[in-house]
T-cell receptor
Framework: DAGVTQSPTHLIKTRGQHVTLRCSPI?????VSWYQQVLGQGPQFIFQ???????GRGNFPDRFSARQFPNYSSELNVNALLLGDSALYLC???????????FGPGTRLLVL | GNSVTQMEGPVTLSEEAFLTINCTYT??????LFWYVQYPGEGLQLLLK?????DKGSNKGFEATYRKETTSFHLEKGSVQVSDSAVYFC????????????FGAGTTVTVRA
């Protein structure tokens, strides 16, 4: 069975630009969460979506937004990129929010 | 709020040595506890989990027991291999915080042949 997939795998942007990251959950999983992992640190929660509705938001500025589509895939959008947004962005899916989360390989974003 | 404190690394071991990574937590609810592993250049893989007090999670020779009295979930492996070299993350989630995962800072383990 296919796991969580994310695209692109790597991305280089410049300050002020916008980026869209994509995630496809494991088949049958209806909940998707996004995490930011800065080098040398543990992942930090950004968003959780379940059945196309936002269930939770972490302590991130409004430049970060996300949505979930009818097929349960998800997009994370970041506007007005800052150097500090450089990180590995991880997507995780679960059957429901209270179930175990399984992670994708991540998208590595570098902001110059 | 929820928080996880992990033993600081890096940890360097010889093959077949015993590995322990300490993890303690603070939670407002009754959390589920997890260990995730991250190999170089990859995402996180679930290593093991425990959902209630005194549960023992195990996988690939790794074990951890959910100790409510000491709020701990220490990871152990009796005989490590070079292939166990990775970063290990302790994490928790509970219904109070809508099941978002709260992670520790990670412990880098290097196993030498």
């Amino acid at each position: 069975d296919a796991g969580v997939t994310q695209s692109p795998t790597h991305l280089i942007k410049t300050r002020g630009q916008h980026v869209t990251l994509r995630c496809s959950p494991i088949s049958g999983h209806k909940s998707v969460s996004w995490y930011q992992q800065v080098l040398g640190q543990g992942p930090q929660f950004i968003f959780q979506y379940y059945e196309k509705e936002e269930r939770g938001r972490g302590n991130f500025p409004d430049r970060f937004s996300a949505r979930q589509f009818p097929n349960y895939s998800s997009e994370l959008n970041v506007n007005a990129l800052l150097l500090g947004d450089s990180a590995l962005y991880l997507c995780a899916s679960s059957l429901q929010p209270q179930e175990t989360q399984y992670f994708g390989p991540g998208t590595r974003l570098l902001v110059l | 709020g929820n928080s996880v404190t992990q033993m600081e690394g890096p940890v360097t071991l010889s093959e077949e040595a015993f590995l322990t990574i300490n993890c303690t937590y603070t939670a407002t609810g009754y959390p589920s506890l997890f260990w995730y592993v991250q190999y170089p250049g990859e995402g996180l893989q679930l290593l093991l989990k425990a959902t209630k007090a005194d549960d023992k999670g195990s996988n690939k020779g790794f074990e951890a027991t959910y100790r409510k009295e000491t709020t701990s979930f220490h990871l152990e492996k009796g005989s490590v291999q070079v292939s166990d070299s990775a970063v290990y993350f302790c994490a928790l989630s509970d219904w109070v915080n809508d099941y978002k995962l709260s992670f520790g800072a990670g412990t880098t383990v290097t196993v030498r042949a």
